[in-house]
């Protein structure tokens, strides 16, 4: 009886657990209107660990706070992570285009 209530409750937490870790943190920074304009520069890879909309919103926010990258809040992936994408983006040249698509979708607006 008392391994089944054992097991219950971590089974609750579990469940807890995964359903904070995926809830989508990137609204304040990403609308769906934008991400809808910015997600093809960005597809999703097979080795991707963490969800692209969440790496953009997170650089954007270092860019619109000037946050120092260590700095980077724990609901974004880790800063190490959201650095190297920034790095991989801006040295091909994506994040550039990208990033024009998306002032000009925010001055439009």
Do not use: C
């Given at each position: 009886?008392?391994?089944?209530?054992?097991?219950?409750?971590?089974?609750?937490q579990?469940?807890?657990?995964?359903?904070?870790?995926?809830?989508?943190?990137?609204?304040?920074?990403?609308?769906?209107?934008?991400?809808?304009?910015?997600?093809?520069y960005?597809?999703?890879g097979?080795?991707?660990?963490?969800?692209?909309?969440?790496?953009?919103?997170?650089?954007?926010?270092?860019?619109?706070?000037?946050?120092?990258?260590?700095?980077?809040?724990?609901?974004f992936?880790?800063?190490k992570?959201?650095?190297?994408?920034?790095?991989?983006?801006?040295?091909l040249?994506?994040?550039?285009?990208?990033?024009?698509?998306?002032?000009?979708?925010?001055?439009?607006?």
């Amino acid at each position: 009886m008392i391994w089944q209530v054992l097991a219950e409750e971590t089974d609750k937490q579990t469940e807890a657990l995964s359903s904070k870790s995926h809830k989508r943190l990137t609204a304040a920074y990403v609308t769906d209107q934008q991400w809808a304009v910015l997600a093809p520069y960005f597809p999703v890879g097979s080795r991707s660990k963490y969800d692209k909309r969440d790496l953009v919103s997170a650089v954007l926010f270092i860019k619109q706070t000037g946050s120092a990258w260590t700095k980077l809040p724990d609901r974004f992936p880790p800063y190490k992570t959201v650095y190297a994408f920034y790095k991989r983006a801006t040295k091909l040249g994506i994040w550039q285009r990208a990033m024009s698509d998306y002032e000009t979708l925010k001055t439009n607006n």
